[in-house]
């Protein structure tokens, strides 16, 4: 297959060099070509990779992979010239700076809600992101799932912890309150594929980490 | 530990009743105790199990459940007293009608903007959920890590399934391009877990099922 990547940076080199070594050719969308880090990336993509511009790549691709920084990405589409007709693989994601959250999209969640309703409250959140069939059995033959909570009470969330753990769950500390935009959106993916998109609500999600953390 | 639950649906339910069952004593707060959903609820919680009222249950708890629809929560909260205090664990999920999303905190997604840009291209949102570290080398003992992916054309994910088994990962089809908003969120927990929360980011998420699905 021919596929474009615009933006080059770590994502879009990482999947561009590996989608090579897997015989695709792949057109490399460089603002410009004569950078070290594009030649390092020509050098390990082989003689699959081609170097271009990001129109060259738009232009070559059967597909086209978007990895540009969010900031960035309004701009590329333009200098790509529109990328109408073509399939494009968007990875990007509107990070706030700091990472304190998404750009667009969010901008606060229930949980936050129910903290300023339930004033002096130490809220934490947890119990969301799974149906209760997962709750009255968690047990799984691959392991615990996981529980994500969050909260801003340090006291508060070690308490729930032990809940969730003694629950059967990994639980697992998300951060601060929040965070709920995030675990809230989580449960959303749980809840859509178990109630709309084909699954059925016998699953759950499970952190595996390696190299010992 | 007491444990009020304010909420006694499907997720209050099944969680004051596994309490109980671990030796908590557990204050079902009913609007209504006369119901026969909560004489089965009585029953099956045993004799750790308290019925009482929201009110109740909010001041006997040393944590407080809330496990309420979503347009039932401020009311439940006011008509508890108010909660300040206590440790509320909050399990509550914003739901659209239809489960389309989320009726707060989320309104629009990079990936949908993307499609707006890039007008006539055919776009999948895929490889946003992990960092490229993860993407470089996907193996993991556990087996393969989760890839979402979601789009309108159901062709332009056909292939980019393809893409994201043949780089190693499980594809998993998230449903339309709307569900940039979750896979956006999802994205965001994997980031600042990796980055802000105390795990590096050496992990990744994977779906678990159970009973042959």
Redesign the interface.
Same mark, same amino acid.
């Given at each position: 297959?021919k596929?474009g990547v615009i933006g080059t940076g770590?994502?879009g /080199? &990482?999947?561009g060099k590996?989608?090579a070594d %897997?015989g695709n050719q792949v057109f490399f969308g460089f603002r410009n070509p004569n950078t070290p880090a594009a030649q390092t990336l020509m050098d390990a993509g082989g003689p699959s990779a081609v170097a271009t511009t990001p129109k060259g790549a738009a232009e070559a691709g059967?597909?086209?992979?978007?990895?540009t920084p969010?900031d960035a +990405? *309004?701009a590329a589409?333009?200098s790509a010239g /529109?990328?109408? /007709?073509?399939?494009?693989?968007?990875? &990007?994601?509107?990070?706030l700076p700091g990472?304190t959250? @998404?750009s667009?999209? +969010?901008? &606060?969640?229930?949980?936050e809600?129910?903290?300023e309703?339930?004033?002096? =409250?130490?809220?934490?959140?947890? !119990?969301?992101t799974v149906?209760?069939g997962i709750? =009255?059995d968690p047990a !799984?033959?691959?392991?615990k799932? $996981?529980m !994500?909570y969050c909260g801003d009470?340090a006291q508060?969330k070690g308490?729930?912890a032990g %809940?969730v753990a003694?629950?059967g769950f990994d639980p %697992?500390?998300?951060?601060p309150l929040t965070?709920?935009?995030? %675990?809230?959106? !989580?449960?959303?993916?749980w809840? $859509? @594929?178990a109630?709309?998109? /084909?699954?059925?609500p016998?699953? =759950?999600? *499970?952190?595996?980490?390696?190299?010992a953390?």
């Open positions: 297959m596929i770590n994502v /080199g &990482t999947l590996r989608l %897997l059967d597909v086209v992979i978007l990895a969010w +990405t *309004q589409i333009e /529109g990328l109408a /007709g073509k399939i494009v693989v968007d990875t &990007t994601n509107p990070l990472l959250g @998404l667009i999209g +969010t901008n &606060t969640s229930a949980g809600q129910v903290a309703w339930a004033r002096g =409250a130490r809220v934490v959140k947890a !119990f969301n149906g209760y709750m =009255a !799984f033959p691959q392991g799932p $996981s !994500f009470d508060a308490i729930v %809940l003694g629950l %697992l500390d998300a951060g965070q709920c935009r995030v %675990l809230e959106a !989580f449960a959303m993916l809840i $859509s @594929l109630v709309k998109y /084909g699954y059925t016998d699953f =759950a999600f *499970q952190m595996i980490r390696r190299n953390q």
